[in-house]
């Protein structure tokens, strides 16, 4: 019964809960953040059931639906997840009330409004990870930009915030017009924009190279690569701490997913062809990105210069093009989507009592928040890839991976580990270490009950994906090993 | 011989646009009389024809929408009705009664009080509505003509502003050149062929019984040249397109409004019959003007808004922009570009009108000023956040992104484009997307991140602006949701004209 009608219900009850606040008086904002909270909760509780009811042996599609259909086109338009989406709807699923729940009381302005635009994220960005047509996945990628650049720019932080909000749209929008022009072409040689029928068809080479390019510039802006990342710190730093949340956890996740679901199966040969190009820009990602992060004031940044720098590795592994390295990178997606964003709402937690999130006004914090230290220290040592935690595992299978195929890159992106221990280290050390400086701020506050609760499944998460990351490798292994063989 | 037996059925069939015609006669002459009644005391009954003319046009489109779809030519070819031309009107006569419901309030407000505002809209309706129908140059001509006259008038109509009395100027002057062009485009055809009838200049120019002789066909060419450059001008397409900045600038706001939707539609149709029934067979010779003049437009367009401080120069560039993409939409010459422009065509006059009466609704409360400057609307995100939000949509919309219709209109124009493997300027049609996108996104900006030194109030919205926008908007939200009847209607109509 569940089977039928789970994703589309998975995609409703957000649009429901969007509808139920509209009708909820601005006297009462408690309620409309409760409902909204609740909404995102039971959809992720629904999520689950789709976890649960997962078919682990078989690469196809589950749980597909039709969604709809475009007249006078080949267009109909099929929801489904396999092994590589799955986790995917989980993240974001879990990360919507963890984003609620985080900025329950820094939210002043336009609540309902807040809730609104982050259930509309929720019901586009599952509609993203499982919709199993190339066009409509455009639609929902290019959808995603409306609530985003509004979340940015309306409970941004500072003034900066415009120029941030206007990057991010310009960056992206440059990137994936050219995705839709690839797509159009796609349309035009196959007359068909399903994937399930695309990833059978081989193209010929030189169309392979130009497609595979296009959707290149859209997908290297969301992931984001070296020469397009410059958004991302903006963005990250600006954005109010869920919508930082949620941009590293689930967003850039999106490039990534859209490599392992449409470029590698669709275009084998130019994502063969065009490895080096995206092991050179990973590279130098991981050692740019990370010596740029030494430099940083704002703790923000210093986060969103290493979220690039773990992106980097995730390129690598999925274009090792063998098992190890592709789940490699899977998991490190989820691992990143996990930490980095506990790491966000630490630099949140501090940016709340404080109002600032420049280094210098802090110091010694262990002495009067401890609970709140040993929560950044932990997620500090998971972002540097301790033994233990999710990081290790799976920077260890995309080393490994790339191991395979290719040695001076291993070695190059392997610094990485040693350049991401500098700089925790070195965040951590300055915020949390040293003498309490109360030259700036006079009085501290621990986690409360609220923020507590936030960490916990963040925590949870970071440590069965480091002690026993099986549950997640089995979920995806058979979709990965159906995918390398296409490309073989 | 009888009148009405050597007429036969045509005035059966061309009902709607007689009603219209009676119509206008007869608001002028009911204007006429009780606005210079003295024993009325001179009572100003500008709302009161308004009201009439909403109703007489609202008659007028029930009467298009009833009748029956035939293909007919009437008043010896003179003019031709068919699925085509029947849907034209229907765009043309809906979006102008939607004009003259934006159009209300401000009368009302500025108290212009003089009832011929409507006539001349009325004037203008009945020669676009002419136009898509028209089977001949002369035909043409004169449609055109009537449009383009009462055009002129609308643009000096505020007669106390100096702005308005010079977009009429310029206007006319343009104007008037381009209709020189015209003619004398139409005399070339007309001097090499002895025809003035679309359907036997087609019949002479097609086939392999085509014109053989090289002086006859190279006349038809120039004056083709003539009459597509003609009508270019009239559309504001980019080399052409220097009236159209400072028309809509100076023109009141409402007429503004009525330029950058409703001619548009009537000329792109008039384009259409023109282009792709009667001259398609000179496909390898227009297309290439058309593609040049849209690849500049798009460029202009969208570079020019950039530096634009004012809202309805903005506009303007926008709309030589989105006349841009109509452009190469329509240079791609197939079925399918001709039911993708059609899309484009409705979901622009939408989003145009929507936009429209957010502007024309938005008064500031003090000096019930309409806003001219983007700066002005620097306080809207915080006095009005539901009409901040709409708007935010519209101008989403207008950048192209999905969900909201726009990004249909532009998809459906692109795929025709790539189908007709023009990759180029596909690439170049996205890219200065993006560049229009930087100035939409301004005005979000504006509206909800700008700061400014004094805060302005703003009056409620008037309920028919209200209903427009309201209306609209629920339009370009869920397009997406159900398409089928556009994509059916432009399938149908694009297939009707071109088979």
């Given amino acids: ?488 | 011989m009888d009148f009405l037996t050597f007429f036969g059925n045509d005035f059966k069939v061309v009902m709607p646009e007689l009603y219209l015609f009676t119509a206008c006669l007869f608001l002028l002459s009911y204007g006429v009389i009780f606005s210079t009644s003295k024993s009325l005391n001179y009572p100003i009954i500008q709302l009161n024809v308004g009201w009439l003319s909403i109703f007489s046009l609202g008659i007028t489109l029930s009467l298009l929408i009833s009748s029956p779809v035939v293909t007919m030519s009437v008043f010896n070819n003179l003019l031709i009705v068919d699925a085509f031309s029947t849907f034209s009107k229907i765009l043309i006569v809906s979006s102008t009664l939607v004009c003259c419901l934006m159009s209300m309030s401000y009368l009302n407000n500025k108290k212009v009080n003089s009832f011929e505002y409507f006539i001349l809209i009325l004037l203008a309706c009945l020669g676009m509505v002419c136009l898509v129908s028209t089977n001949d140059l002369l035909a043409l001509y004169m449609s055109i003509e009537l449009m383009s006259l009462s055009f002129y008038v609308l643009a000096a109509y505020k007669r106390s502003s100096e702005f308005s009395g010079e977009a009429g100027l310029k206007y006319f002057i343009l104007g008037a050149f381009s209709s020189g062009l015209l003619l004398f485009g139409t005399s070339m055809i007309y001097g090499f062929t002895g025809l003035t009838n679309f359907e036997e200049i087609s019949k002479v120019v097609t086939g392999i019984n085509g014109v053989t002789d090289v002086v006859t066909y190279n006349g038809i060419i120039i004056g083709l040249l003539f009459v597509a450059v003609a009508l270019l001008f009239k559309i504001g397409a980019a080399p052409f397109h220097m009236w159209a900045p400072d028309v809509y600038e100076g023109a009141p706001t409402p007429v503004t409004a009525f330029f950058s939707i409703v001619p548009k539609i009537a000329i792109m149709a008039l384009l259409l019959r023109l282009f792709y029934s009667t001259f398609y067979d000179f496909a390898s010779l227009w297309q290439p003007i058309f593609l040049y003049t849209g690849v500049l437009s798009m460029l202009i367009g969208s570079i020019g808004a950039l530096y634009q401080k004012k809202i309805k120069r903005l506009m303007a560039y926008s709309g030589i922009a989105n006349v841009g993409y109509m452009l190469i939409g329509f240079s791609a010459g197939t079925v399918e570009s001709m039911s993708g422009l059609i899309i484009y065509l409705i979901i622009y006059v939408v989003m145009m009108v929507a936009f429209f009466s957010f502007v024309l609704g938005t008064q500031t409360e003090k000096d019930a000023k309409l806003n001219m400057h983007v700066s002005d609307l620097s306080n809207l995100g915080k006095v009005n956040p539901v009409l901040a939000m709409s708007v935010t949509f519209i101008l989403f919309s207008m950048v192209g992104l999905p969900p909201f219709a726009g990004f249909f209109g532009k998809m459906y124009l692109f795929l025709a484009v790539m189908q007709s493997e023009l990759y180029t300027v596909a690439i170049i049609g996205v890219l200065s997307s993006v560049v229009a996108a930087f100035y939409y996104i301004r005005i979000i900006k504006v509206m909800f991140f700008g700061t400014s030194n004094h805060y302005v109030t703003y009056k409620q919205m008037d309920k028919l602006n209200a209903l427009v926008l309201s209306s609209s908007l629920f339009f370009l939200i869920f397009f997406f949701a159900y398409p089928t009847p556009f994509l059916l209607c432009a399938h149908k109509v694009s297939l009707g004209l071109l088979l």
């Fill in chain 1, 1 to 488: 019964m569940f089977d039928s009608s789970i994703l589309l219900s998975l995609v409703g009850l957000p649009l429901f809960g969007m509808i139920l606040l509209f009708f909820i008086p601005d006297t009462n904002p408690d309620l409309q953040k409760t409902v909204g909270l609740s909404t995102s909760l039971l959809t992720f509780l629904l999520s689950l059931l789709l976890w649960l009811q997962f078919d682990m042996s078989t690469p196809k599609y589950q749980f597909v639906e039709k969604f709809f259909s475009v007249p006078y086109s080949n267009m109909h338009v099929y929801l489904g997840v396999d092994g590589i989406s799955l986790f995917f709807v989980l993240l974001t699923t879990l990360l919507i009330p963890i984003c609620l729940l985080a900025s329950w009381d820094s939210i002043k302005i336009y609540i309902r409004e807040y809730s609104i635009a982050f259930l509309f994220l929720e019901a586009v960005l599952i509609c993203v990870f499982t919709c199993l047509d190339v066009l409509f996945f455009y639609i929902f990628f290019e959808a995603v930009l409306i609530p985003m650049f509004l979340i940015i720019g309306i409970w941004g932080s500072r003034e900066r915030k415009i120029r941030a909000s206007y990057q991010f749209f310009i960056y992206t929008l440059v990137g994936s017009v050219l995705m839709l022009l690839a797509i159009l072409y796609i349309y035009q040689l196959t007359g068909t924009t399903d994937v399930q029928v695309l990833t059978t068809v081989t193209f010929d080479y030189d169309t392979q190279l130009i497609l595979w390019l296009a959707f290149f510039a859209s997908l290297a802006v969301k992931v984001p690569m070296v020469p397009a990342h410059i958004w991302l710190p903006e963005a990250h730093s600006e954005a109010p701490t869920a919508g930082s949340v949620i941009l590293a956890g689930v967003l850039l996740k999106m490039g990534g997913y859209g490599f392992l679901r449409f470029s590698i199966p669709m275009f084998p040969d130019a994502s063969v062809y065009f490895t080096p190009l995206v092991y050179t820009l990973s590279v130098i990602a991981i050692i740019y990105t990370s010596l740029t992060t030494l430099r940083q004031v704002d703790m923000k940044r210093i986060i969103a210069y290493s979220s690039v720098a773990h992106m980097g590795f995730v390129t690598i592994g999925m274009f090792t093009l063998n098992i190890q390295g592709i789940e490699g990178s899977m998991l490190l997606m989820l691992s990143h989507g996990v930490v980095s964003s506990a790491l966000f709402l630490c630099v949140g937690v501090i940016y709340d009592r404080h109002k600032t999130r420049i280094i210098k006004y802090y110091s010694g914090l262990t002495v009067k928040m401890p609970l709140f230290s040993i929560t950044f220290l932990f997620f500090i040592l998971a972002n540097m890839g301790f033994p233990g935690t999710s990081s290790f595992v799976s920077e260890f299978l995309v080393l490994v991976g790339s191991f395979k195929s290719n040695v001076f890159i291993t070695v190059l992106a392997a610094t990485g580990v040693v350049w991401g221990a500098g700089y925790s280290i070195w965040l951590f050390n300055r915020v949390a270490f040293g003498n309490i400086r109360t030259s700036h701020i006079t009085a501290f506050q621990d986690l409360d009950r609220r923020e507590f609760f936030v960490f916990v499944p963040c925590v949870f998460l970071t440590f069965l994906m480091g002690i026993y990351p099986e549950i997640f490798l089995n979920a995806m292994h058979v979709s990965i090993t159906h995918l390398i063989e296409q490309v073989q």
